[in-house]
């Protein structure tokens, strides 16, 4: 059964970058691309960006200027840092697994972090 | 970017309506659209993918509809377990952007 696991501090100051990571158990890490979205406090989803175990990634261009998603194939997990971060990107973080097999869904999620920004 | 506009916001029916969710996409989307169910504290779950395809161990009184702009979700016979915000979201193109979401609650 394979399963999706965020960590990653709960706290972040503004101006700082945000860390967390996913891990996944019972597969691969290899067989899928994998992604980030994002949920604000009583808002809809955002998508964030994802990233192929190769290296191959792409971003959501409203946040792109300070989103990096990065993988470790050793471990079998993946990871955001998100930079600068204001009030605004206080939001649930979910990773989730992205099927492109001829079609796209988001079909597997972790249960999602909570990251608060504030001094 | 597509916007994806979803109708209505909120809804409230009883156990046994029949419900239904519009969801219209900015410009032409193909079928590539998805439905989710999230339920309060929970991650949001995949019901349908490609406009009208079941997920596997999805209840049949699940089915979408719809191809171009227009797309529709609909529940044949609310069950008090499907209470719960639905969101659609579009893969036609990049960023994959997601309806505002449709806040289902009980009568």
């Known amino acids: 059964q394979v399963q999706l696991q965020e960590s990653g501090p709960g706290l972040v100051k503004p101006s700082e970058t945000l860390s967390l990571a996913c891990s996944v158990s019972?597969?691969?890490?290899?067989?899928?691309?994998w992604t980030w979205i994002r949920q604000p406090p009583g808002k809809g989803l955002e998508w964030i960006g994802f990233?192929?175990?190769?290296?191959?990634?792409n971003y959501n261009p409203s946040l792109k200027s300070r989103v990096t998603i990065s993988v470790d194939t050793s471990k079998n997990q993946f990871s955001l840092n998100l930079s600068s971060v204001t009030a605004a990107d206080t939001a649930v973080y979910y990773c989730a697994r992205l099927q492109v097999a001829g079609y796209w869904s988001l079909d597997l999620w972790g249960r999602g972090t909570l990251a608060i920004v504030s001094s | 970017d597509i916007q994806m506009t979803q109708s209505p916001s909120s809804l409230s029916a009883s156990v046994g309506d029949r419900v239904t969710i519009t969801c219209q996409a900015s410009?032409?989307?193909?079928?590539?659209l998805n439905w989710y169910q999230q339920k309060p504290g929970k991650a949001p779950k995949l019901l349908i993918y490609d406009a009208s395809n079941l997920e596997t161990g999805v209840p049949s009184r699940f089915s979408g509809s719809g191809s171009g702009t227009d797309f529709t979700f609909t529940i044949s016979s609310l069950q008090p377990e499907d209470i719960a915000t639905y969101y659609c979201?579009?893969?036609?193109?990049?960023?994959?952007?997601f309806g505002q979401g449709t806040r289902l609650e009980t009568k």
């Open positions: 979201q579009q893969y036609d193109s990049l960023p994959l952007t």
């Open positions: 019972g597969d691969s890490i290899r067989s899928y691309y």
């Open positions: 410009q032409g989307i193909r079928n590539y």
């Open positions: 990233i192929y175990y190769s290296g191959t990634t």
